[in-house]
């Protein structure tokens, strides 16, 4: 894995060119959630600390996200900077104080954001997560959504 620093002094690690594909595994419009995947086995579950229901999967060891689940998904629907998305870098964020993450791993297109939460420098807590290409990875959703 590659680490860089970020410009907010947390850690940030990638998956080291590991080519992931990242996608949507499931979306169900009664229940309002969604559900992206790399495909990639995990062992351990958060929900983001400020966001009881957005769920991320990720590897225990090294906090690498491999899955979000989102209920309430369609607040985020159209996507709108008033909502977590930026236009620019096509990227929506879920969950909030991504300010005060020590800890920010990338994998695909997902980068999770953790802030140590414990005596234990070991012990975190998810503040959020980016769907980065957001536009790519919702438009067949978005496509069979009501108009």
């Not at 559900?35 to 999967?57: E, M, Q, W, Y």
């Not at 977590?84 to 993450?101: H, M, N, P, W």
């Not at 800890?103 to 980016?130: F, H, I, M, S």
Request: proline fraction near 7%; glycine fraction near 6%; charged fraction near 25%.
């Amino acid at each position: 894995m590659g680490l860089r620093q970020d410009g907010f002094d947390a850690l940030r690690v990638s998956a080291g060119g590991l080519i992931m594909s990242l996608r949507v595994s499931s979306y169900d419009p009664e229940a309002n959630a969604i559900a992206f995947s790399t495909g990639k086995p995990h062992d351990a579950a958060d929900s983001l600390d400020n966001h009881p229901l957005t769920v991320i999967d990720y590897v225990e060891d090294t906090h690498e996200p491999t899955s979000l689940d989102v209920i309430g998904f369609s607040y985020y629907i159209p996507l709108s900077p008033f909502r977590g998305y930026c236009k620019e870098t096509d990227t929506l964020t879920f969950g909030e104080d991504v300010e005060t993450a020590t800890l920010v791993v990338e994998n695909d297109d997902l980068v999770a954001y953790w802030r140590c939460d414990g005596p234990d420098p070991d012990d975190y807590v998810a503040v959020a997560v980016d769907l980065r290409n957001a536009s790519k990875h919702l438009a067949p959703v978005i496509a069979h959504l009501p108009r």
